[in-house]
């Protein structure tokens, strides 16, 4: 269990491979290894670095327990490369981890050779301010296993729950052994930090080669967002991949992966 001295937080992380390293954050309540399905993909050709967030797995909080911005996660990633010694990277993230590689590639353009936005947005409109209102009284009234449970629903398609139906139950018995549990005020901290973002007017400053990825079906961001993202980033690119939703990386690996993987050798 590798860790790094990174302000006043101790990162767990995870390195494989070798070659140009890409660093991969995930999203709201997701540790380190719900990249598990990426990892050998990436590492066969780069060097892959995932890591649990701020509030989350086995970093869990660090000495300033407050409310706080997206630049806090992206000042947390920059500090686990200085530790590293790395002074470039690959960016990759999904969801609230699309939030913090948008807000790294603003605030530390020398640092990011390209950078990945998955199933992301730029800004919270009314409809996602009242859908976070909505998994923060869930997560208040019935904790974090029956909150992960309902928001699966936002992250699968209808073919994950029909093509193995022992997945759910495996899944639903896998967080209620979680070792490393997120209480609630560690959600309602990594929420605040989600639902305040707000980079639409400083996106056009973002230099490093820039994709953005999207499931054709995703309900909880819809393409709609990532479409906005794409179109405020200089020469973006933009991939729509085709029966997926919010959890393209785990619904449509094979697709996910290899759209991640080209544009990288391309940069």
Known sequence: MPEAKAGDLRIVHDTAGGGDPVLMINGIGA??????????????????????????????????????????????????????????AHIVGASMGGCIAQEFAIAYPSRTRSVTIICSWAAVDHWMAELWEQWEHLFAAQGPVEWARTTWLWVFTHRWYDQNPSQLSEMIAAAEIDPHPQTLEMYLRQSHAAKTFDAVDRLPAIAAPAHVIVGAEDIFTPPRYSQEIAARIPEAKLTILPNAGHGAFWETTEAFNEAVLAFLRRH
């Open 31 to 88: 540790a380190r290894g719900a990249w598990d399905l990426q990892v050998p993909a990436i590492s066969a050709e780069y060097q892959a670095i995932t890591f649990d967030n701020r509030d989350v797995g086995q970093t869990g909080p660090g000495d300033r327990t407050v409310f706080y911005s997206m630049r806090q996660f992206a000042d947390d990633a920059v500090g686990l490369l200085d530790a590293l010694g790395i002074e470039r």
